[in-house]
């Protein structure tokens, strides 16, 4: 499509080398109140203010000439009916069989406009910036703040994960993770026949204690006694408080055998303790996996050997 030059928005002059009009656009002519014919043909500078003449004639020529360009210079021209008409202008040279020059003319006002325009364009840009800096700032925020929550969160899971499974008295585990680690240890064994040993434990006539000394001495042994309990344990062990003064201790891959020697260290340990409260000893109860074993069945053993040893005389380790 070829540029139609009449409609540009701002005047064309074209000049032959010698610096004389051999074509214009309609705008040129309609802003200058001239015919086409009145300006080819003649200099430029014929339709300029004095100085704008001098101006051109000293200064924006020689530069095209020099140059082959010049650049937003300004000059003013005056119509027909003898208005001035400030322009700025931009020239280049032109090469080929016609050389000459092309001088691109801007009205001021028009300048102004477009100025306006670009300071607006500024302005909303400087605004957009702004507002996506603040939005920035609002999602940095944000992320702050999800990542804290996030950290509360994870904080508040493992304290309800703690309370869950903790006794909060002596810090052992609660009877949860003995149900657990029960189930777990009676699938191993029913895959892979890996004997367990379970230990259940009490103290002897803990009411003594409390009666005699209170409610927080009791307390105190218990916290003593599980410290004992907890002695030399290997990590695959599991010591649970199963509530009140009995424990539980479940020793993986042991025999009942070896888990008497365990529970005599411990019941020699708690023997040793005795401390501000008198006496303090503990009676054991042993049994190892049976073939046909459900959890209770396991555990009511257990609870039937350290009945024997209470019946016995108490300080004792008894199997079934
Ligand atoms: N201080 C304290 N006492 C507790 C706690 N839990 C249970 N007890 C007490 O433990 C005592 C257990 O008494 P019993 O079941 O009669 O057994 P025992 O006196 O140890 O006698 P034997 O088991 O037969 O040797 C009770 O007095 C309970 O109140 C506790 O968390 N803290």
Redesign the pocket.
């Known amino acids: 499509m070829q540029p139609d030059i009449d409609r540009l928005p701002g005047g064309l002059i074209v000049l032959d080398e010698a610096n004389i009009v051999t074509a214009v656009n309609r705008t040129l002519c309609d802003w200058l109140g001239r015919a086409e014919t009145e300006l080819v043909g003649h200099a430029p500078e014929s339709w300029m203010t004095g100085g704008s003449r001098i101006y051109y004639l000293g200064h924006v020529l020689p530069a095209l000439r020099l140059h082959g360009h010049a650049e937003e210079m300004t000059l003013t021209f005056t119509s027909a009916s003898g208005q001035p008409l400030p322009v700025l202008l931009s020239a280049s040279s032109v090469a080929g069989d016609e050389p000459g020059y092309q001088l691109l003319l801007l009205p001021m006002q028009r300048r102004n406009l477009v100025e306006e325009q670009l300071q607006q364009a500024r302005k909303t840009a400087e605004q957009a910036t702004e507002e996506k800096a603040r939005a920035l700032e609002q999602v940095q925020a944000l992320a702050h703040e999800l990542e804290q929550r996030q950290e509360q969160l994870s904080e508040l899971n493992a304290k309800l994960e703690l309370m869950a499974t903790q006794d909060p ?1 002596t810090g052992l585990a609660n009877r949860r993770v003995y149900d657990r680690q029960i189930e777990a240890q009676l699938a191993l064994f029913h895959r892979t026949r890996t004997p367990f040993a379970l230990v259940l434990t ?10 005699r000394f209170g ?5 105190r ?2 916290k003593d006694v599980a410290q004992c309990l907890h002695q030399g344990l290997r990590e695959i062990d599991t010591l649970v408080r199963m ?3 009995e424990f539980a201790l479940i020793l993986p891959s042991t025999t009942a055998e070896q888990a008497i020697r365990v529970a005599e260290r411990k019941r020699e340990l708690v023997a040793q303790y005795g401390g501000r409260y008198g006496e303090v000893t503990m ?1 054991f109860g042993i049994t190892e996996i049976c073939p046909h074993d459900t959890k209770s069945l396991l555990y009511g053993r257990a609870d039937r050997a350290l009945y024997d040893a ?1 019946h016995q005389g ?1 300080n004792r380790v008894c199997v079934r």
Not at 215 to 219: I, K, N, R
């Open positions: 008295l009490d103290i002897d006539l803990f009411k003594r204690i409390n009666d409610h927080d001495a009791g307390d042994v218990l509530g009140g003064e009676s209470k108490r």
